[in-house]
């Protein structure tokens, strides 16, 4: 993991309980691969028991206010490191598929034309998946926002 800037630190230092700051520590350090993995990580390195609902656990811990913010102003920097945003990516994935789309003419034994041409299809197929899950392109929908009601019993509940 990148060293912290003091914005960071204070946003860090703003997490007041350990469990939740080793989780978003974790979740930072496995480059946002799995937050039930970050919290289970934060529970071996804190030797402490995790919760009966790890899943659940971890997605509490990492929608507190003060965790996102934190994490975000982790991948800020990074992203402004690395000087990759959406419209990189994008443009990128375009430049594949515009070359994965170029036929090149199949050649026979003798070096000339087959008369049959091959493309790149799954680099294609893949750049186009990259566009097409874009925010303002939205062609796939991978995720579908549901809202829940839940009572703070079932909420403290769910904590244990």
């Known amino acids: 993991m990148t060293k912290l ?3 960071q630190k204070e946003l860090l230092g703003a997490i007041t309980q350990e469990l939740r700051r080793e989780t978003a520590l974790a ?3 496995s480059g946002y691969e799995n937050q039930t993995k970050a919290y289970l990580a934060a529970c071996k390195k804190m030797k402490r028991e995790p919760s009966k609902n790890p899943e659940t656990s971890a997605s509490e811990i990492l929608s507190y206010p003060n965790v996102i913010e934190f994490i975000n102003s982790v991948k800020v920097v990074v992203a402004e490191k690395a000087q990759i945003d959406a419209q ?3 443009e990128q994935a375009v430049k594949v598929h515009e070359r994965c789309m170029q036929a090149e003419p199949v ?3 003798e070096g000339g034309p087959t008369g049959e041409y091959k ?3 799954s680099g294609a197929n893949k ?3 990259i566009i097409g899950k874009h925010v303002n392109v939205q062609a796939f929908l991978d995720k579908k926002e ?3 009601s839940i009572t703070h019993e079932q909420w403290l509940d769910g904590l244990e």
Do not use: M, P
């Open 88 to 90: 990189w990516v994008l």
């Open 119 to 121: 493309f790149e299809h």
């Open 107 to 109: 050649i026979d034994k």
């Open 127 to 129: 750049a186009l998946e």
């Open 146 to 148: 549901v809202e829940v």
């Open 27 to 29: 979740f930072i350090a």
């Open 5 to 7: 800037n003091s914005s």
